[in-house]
């Protein structure tokens, strides 16, 4: 499969990606020979239909879930032929995750949320790492929140706190699912336009929405409906 606009090798590249379930004496097929390519520095996002199969393509590049049929090549990496510790690696180091839900350690300041990814991987060194967490904090606009607990501050802060944390290894991709269904219109709007700053800046975004509005504010729309994708389109 050729990437879809002709520029440089894709950052993500999902080829014939087929996933079953199994559910009681049969089985259930999620995706049914899913492509798709993502070119470095796009913003991409993925709609549908719940239950239609978005949250389970997600899955399969982050290497969350591993696909019945096919091959997922993410950063040159073809991520299911990695052992659970190499992908653990990989994934702090290439991919930036973001969820509805924040998942953010209720015993760790947002400081030190922040600074985790950093000890695990290893890659920046120790004593560069909070104030590097700090500069992150200052970017979302959290640095005078930076001593709070995630209880301490609004579902909006939090949010931004796991963008932070998702941008602390320096990953080329960052990959949200549904990251502002459950935040309101105007802080919903504030995280996306961080998420846009974040593409200008050259990262790779890839979110998973049900808001047609933001889709249609992104550079391209992928739909998937009935596990197959129904649309790969480029916004004007």
């Known amino acids: 499969m050729q990437p879809t606009n002709g520029r440089n090798a894709a950052i993500v590249q999902v080829n014939n990606v087929v996933k079953r379930f199994p559910v009681g004496d049969s089985e259930i097929t999620v995706l049914k020979d899913v492509s798709i390519s993502i070119q470095p ?3 991409v996002t993925i709609v549908g239909p719940s239950g239609n199969g978005k949250s389970t393509l997600l899955n399969m590049i982050t290497g969350i879930d591993h696909p019945t049929e096919g091959d997922v090549i993410v950063t040159g990496q073809s991520v299911h032929k990695l052992s659970e510790n190499e992908l653990a690696i990989w994934r702090g180091e290439h991919l930036g995750i973001i969820f509805q839900f924040f998942q953010l350690l209720p015993a760790l300041n947002l400081l030190k949320n922040i600074m985790l ?3 695990l991987v290893k890659h ?7 104030d590097r967490a700090m500069h992150l904090l200052e970017t979302v606009d ?6 709070k ?4 501050v609004s579902g909006g802060q939090q949010q931004r706190a796991a963008i932070a944390r998702a941008l602390a290894n320096d990953p080329p991709l960052l990959v949200a699912d549904e990251p502002t269904g459950n935040l309101d219109s105007q802080t919903s709007d504030d995280i996306f336009d961080l998420f846009n700053n974040l593409v200008n800046n050259g990262k790779t975004m890839l979110m998973v929405t049900h808001s047609r509005s933001l889709a249609a504010r992104t550079q391209r729309v992928i739909e998937i409906r009935d596990g197959r994708i129904y ?4 916004n004007a």
């Open 41 to 43: 520095g796009e913003f």
């Open 117 to 119: 990814p950093m000890d």
């Open 124 to 130: 920046i060194p120790k004593n560069e790492r909070k």
């Open 142 to 147: 959290l640095a005078d929140q930076a001593s």
């Open 149 to 152: 607990l995630p209880s301490m």
């Open 231 to 234: 649309s790969d389109k480029l």
